[in-house]
């Protein structure tokens, strides 16, 4: 399903005009969640696009750029601040906060904590 996942993302994002290119994408998981990544890499890695899956949806909801805020992402000393404001996108409010291998999901009263993987 990962890999699925990835060949549409780059499709989309060759099909988006005016997105970063995605050159890889990153995934977080836990309890059932997955916030899925699109990195563009220009003159440094960007997020370009998300997409949230709750627990039992193997299609995903893509994030609308405007309700999607990265305050921090980078990935040299390994940090990545991503908040959802949860408007109109039909996905939650959520907040995930990784800081070097360990990640942690804010989202519905529930913080959960998970190893965040690096590898592009």
Not at 2 to 30: I, R
């Amino acid at each position: 399903m990962k890999t699925t996942h990835h060949v549409l993302a780059l499709l989309l994002a060759a099909a988006w005009p005016g997105a970063a290119w995605a050159s890889w994408t990153l995934d977080f998981g836990v309890g059932g969640y997955c916030i899925e990544m699109e990195v563009g890499d220009d003159a440094a890695p960007v997020v370009g696009r998300v997409r949230f899956f709750a627990p039992g949806d193997s299609t995903g909801i893509p994030l609308r750029p405007q309700d999607v805020r990265v305050d921090a992402f980078d990935v040299d000393r390994r940090q990545l601040h991503l908040e959802h404001k949860g408007s109109g996108a039909g996905a939650p409010a959520f907040d995930l906060r990784v800081d070097g291998e360990s990640g942690v999901l804010e989202i519905d009263g529930q913080q959960l904590p998970a190893p965040f993987d690096w590898q592009m």
